[in-house]
């Protein structure tokens, strides 16, 4: 099993942490002449098709690179503002790799509140009294899962801790003057 991400939400639903191991990989790539027949927007600081499908091209797609430079955000690699690049007629015949782009911290502060919202319905919904929650969503193409951990394992980490240090000291490794 692969894992895609991580995030840790807080009890109050606040995004704590967030990891992402994967890299956006294009869905499609297609050299256009000009003009070009998709309808391009920004929208949360990306370009993305707004309307016109083709070739494996959706609306939702963001542009991922231009002639295989990078786009990063409204932006290629080089500076160039992406839709101002794309209307002058000079630069085509124009590769543009399309596919979906990684989230932006909002977006992701946005979603992991919403999941929270929905692990605490699912609690309060459930018939059983003390239900853990969801455990896992499940679609064609991956699973979320949702792990929770205690609370209150401070001391348990301090008691923890403390041992080990009791049996490096007395091993030898380090002590009072180190």
Known sequence: MVIFSVYVV??????????DN?????EAEKTFSYPLDLVLKHHDEKVVVSFGQRDGIRVGHA???INGVDVLGKNTADGKDTLEYLKDP??????????????SSNEK???ASMFHSLFAIGSQLSPDVGSSGIEMLE????KLHCFQTLTGQCELFD?????????AEKAGN???GS
């Open 90 to 103: 000079s630069n085509y015949p124009v590769s543009i790799r399309f596919g979906r782009a990684r989230l």
């Open 22 to 26: 994967y890299v956006p990989r294009a």
């Open 139 to 142: 679609t064609d193409v991956f």
């Open 159 to 167: 008691q923890n801790l403390k041992g080990a240090l009791e049996i």
């Open 63 to 65: 542009v991922l690179s």
């Open 174 to 176: 380090f002590g009072a």
């Open 10 to 19: 807080n009890k109050a639903g606040g995004l704590i942490y967030q990891y």
């Open 109 to 111: 502060l946005m979603l």
